[in-house]
């Protein structure tokens, strides 16, 4: 009894020791967790690849210029059993992240995401130069010609203009512009089905194809939006009886890069596949990409015996049954008589 009551009084005080010691370790766990972790930087950046274990994840961080032991990140991924749930993307943190802070953003996702925005009217050559100018986006299909885009998007042999819907796209630093392209393209696919599904039962169009171009068409030469079923109107009866379309920006769609943003008299006068005025029907191709408002305009146009149409100056347009009525409108609208 004696040599046990020694032994005790002799473990309390190492086991006092051991309490001790396990305080002051996860006091400073604590005080690590909660504190800003100091970066070679304002901010640092990191894209994760699927596959990244969270070694790799934490050695990563430490490389973009996190300033802390990867073994010391690593040790929190993984006490704090999250550490499988990491997910791929691309993140950013400044300066005040905090290592807790930090595990949260990657387990939830909580990427740093850039955005690209194509607009209604835009041609192709806009598009792919605004996905030039687009930040942290990889440029796959910069060396790539119209063709080989479609083909590479699964679409070979489909025109490429007016195939990508005009929209906002979220997209993760570092993806490729194949990425956001196939995005959009599916977007018009969908859009598109969905539109000519819901067509007037006697449009003439005789295809989901012809809509897309006429929509195109009805986008550029649309100034207010609450116009479009009316400017439809116009086209699609002019196509019911065979009367040419005779809208400009077809012909300075055709005109490409040698448009000089003056379109002259000897300009329509010239034959040519996007000449409507020479040419009865659509053009070979869509001019734009059409949003869904014209989209629909062009499969459901609005009930009106108009023909003719002109800018009134305003944004808006004066709409015509008749030649003369419409001489008079641009007379008094385009020539100030």
């Known amino acids: 009894m004696v040599r046990r009551s020694l032994g005790s009084r002799l473990g309390w005080p190492l086991l006092g020791t051991l309490l001790l010691a396990a305080a002051l370790l996860a006091g400073a766990a604590w005080w690590w967790l909660e504190r800003p972790l100091p970066l070679s930087g304002a901010s640092a950046e990191l894209s994760i690849e699927p596959g990244a274990t969270p070694q790799q994840v934490a050695q990563a961080w430490v490389d973009a210029g996190v300033q802390t032991s990867p073994k010391l990140l690593y040790a929190w991924f993984r006490a704090s059993g999250q550490a ?3 997910r791929a993307g691309s993140y950013e943190i400044d300066a005040g992240t905090t290592p807790r802070r930090l595990l949260e953003k990657l387990v939830q996702g909580d990427e740093t995401l850039e955005r690209v925005r194509f607009i209604e009217g835009w041609t192709l050559r806009q598009l792919r130069a605004a996905l030039v100018k687009a930040p942290h986006l990889k440029p796959s299909t910069a060396q790539m ?5 479609m083909a590479a998007l699964g679409a070979a042999g489909q025109p490429a ?5 005009p929209d906002t796209y979220v997209y993760s630093r570092g ?3 194949l990425t956001v392209l196939r ?3 599916q977007a018009m696919a969908r859009h598109l089905a969905e539109v000519w599904a819901e067509r007037a039962p006697d449009t003439p169009l005789k295809s989901a194809d012809e809509a897309l171009t006429l929509a195109s068409i009805i986008e550029k030469e649309t100034g207010q939006a609450s116009e479009r079923p009316l400017v439809a109107a116009v086209f699609v009866n002019r196509l019911r009886i065979g009367m040419p379309l005779q809208t400009d920006p077809t012909v300075i769609y055709g005109l490409g890069e040698a448009f000089d943003g003056n379109l002259r008299k000897r300009d329509l006068q010239t034959d040519g596949p996007y000449n409507t005025y020479l ?3 659509l053009p070979p191709t869509p001019i734009a990409l059409p949003g869904l408002a014209s989209l629909r305009a062009a499969v459901r146009p609005q009930a009106s015996p108009a023909l003719y149409f002109v800018a009134r100056g ?4 004066e709409f015509s049954t008749n030649l003369a009525d419409h001489n008079r409108a641009v007379n008094k609208y385009q020539r100030g008589r």
């Open 145 to 149: 010609d119209d063709a080989q885009l």
């Open 314 to 317: 305003d944004g808006s347009s």
């Open 161 to 165: 203009e007016g195939r990508f819907f």
């Open 84 to 86: 499988r749930r990491i």
């Open 175 to 177: 993806v490729s512009d």
């Open 279 to 281: 040419r009865n029907g």
């Open 183 to 185: 995005r959009a393209h």
